[in-house]
C-alpha cells in the first residue's frame, strides 16, 4: 500500500462504542471500517496497549469519549487488516493473540501477505455499491485463511520438533 496516515479511533455514546481504522485523516468520511459492539471498548483498549509495546500508535487526541491515535506508517496496513479481520467476529481473543503473534513475527512474511486482503477489500467496494458485503466477504476468506495457516504452521512445528527429536 502506498505511504498514507492510519488512525484508529474510539467513539463512545450513550448509545454505541465504536472503533474505526481510517486512511488520510481522522474524520468520519476517512473511515475505512467501523466496528461496533459491546466488547468494542475492550478491542480498542488492548489493540493500543498491544501497539504500545511496540512503539505502534500515538496518541493525537482524548476525551472522555474521544480517543485519535495515529499508526506508525509500516503498521498501518497490518492493523487495517486486523480490524478487517474482526469484522462481524465472536472471539475477539483469538484474533488480537493472532495479531500478536504476527508482531511477535512468529509467521515470517506473512504480514505482507495478510495486507493483500485489505487491499482486496478496498478494491471490491470500490465496484460495488454495498461496501460493507465487500467487507464481509473478505473478512470472511481473511479467517478461513488464518486458520488453516495456524493449523498448518502448527503441524509443519510439531514435524520439525519430532524430526530433530529422532533424526
Given at each position: 500500500m502506498n505511504k498514507h496516515s492510519y488512525y484508529l479511533i474510539y467513539w463512545e455514546s450513550p448509545k454505541a462504542h465504536k472503533v474505526s481504522f481510517n486512511i488520510g485523516g481522522d474524520s468520519k468520511e476517512s473511515a475505512l471500517i467501523t466496528l461496533q459492539g459491546k466488547?468494542?471498548?475492550?478491542?480498542f483498549i488492548n489493540t493500543v496497549r498491544l501497539l504500545?509495546?511496540?512503539g505502534g500508535i500515538i496518541p493525537v487526541e482524548t476525551s472522555d469519549h474521544k480517543k485519535i491515535y495515529t499508526i506508525?506508517?509500516?503498521l498501518g496496513p497490518l492493523i487495517g487488516t486486523y480490524i478487517l479481520l474482526l469484522r462481524r467476529a465472536r472471539n475477539y481473543d483469538k484474533w488480537h493473540r493472532f495479531l500478536e503473534r504476527i508482531l511477535n513475527e512468529e509467521f515470517p512474511g506473512v504480514?505482507?501477505?495478510l495486507t493483500s486482503?485489505?487491499?482486496t477489500a478496498i478494491e471490491l467496494s470500490k465496484t460495488w455499491a454495498e461496501t460493507g458485503k465487500a467487507f464481509d466477504i473478505v473478512s470472511s476468506t481473511l479467517k478461513h485463511f488464518v486458520n488453516s495457516l495456524?493449523?498448518?504452521f502448527s503441524n509443519s512445528l510439531q514435524r520439525d520438533l519430532e524430526s530433530k527429536r529422532y533424526p
Open positions: 466488547n468494542i471498548k475492550r478491542v504500545s509495546r511496540y506508525r506508517e509500516d504480514a505482507t501477505v486482503f485489505l487491499e495456524e493449523k498448518n
